[in-house]
């Protein structure tokens, strides 16, 4: 079993920026890719980035260029810098570890308003 706790969203205004965290325990192995997914109210839950074990990124269109993954593999935890953030970012970011079966944490609550 893996446990996944995000933190970090917050209240932000258009062109602010947050940095999410995720904090993985359990039976992790640092080869398994992670990432983060985003879900509107009334819409699909759906890819914003993810990062492989080795460090390869994958990203959302909509976010190229103002999001950037990372991940501390000794620490466990995968991170999502969010910058010039616009208020069609404003979801509830869930973070996910895809390895022998694909686990979420509860999320986080990113408002982008002003």
């Known amino acids: 079993q893996v446990q996944l706790v995000e933190s970090g969203g917050d209240l932000v205004q258009p062109g602010g920026s947050l940095r999410l965290s995720c904090a993985a325990s359990?039976?992790?192995?640092?080869?398994?890719?992670m990432g983060w997914h985003r879900q509107a109210p009334g819409k699909q839950r759906d890819l914003v980035a993810r990062i492989s074990g080795g460090g390869y990124t994958v990203y959302a269109d909509s976010v190229k260029g103002r999001f950037t993954i990372s991940r501390d593999n000794a620490k466990n935890t995968v991170y999502l810098q969010m910058n010039s953030l616009q208020p069609e970012d404003t979801a509830v970011y869930y973070c996910?570890?895809?390895?022998?079966?694909?686990?979420w944490g509860q999320g986080t609550q990113v408002t982008v308003s002003s």
């Open positions: 996910y570890y895809d390895w022998a079966g694909t686990y």
């Open positions: 359990g039976r992790i192995f640092s080869g398994a890719v």
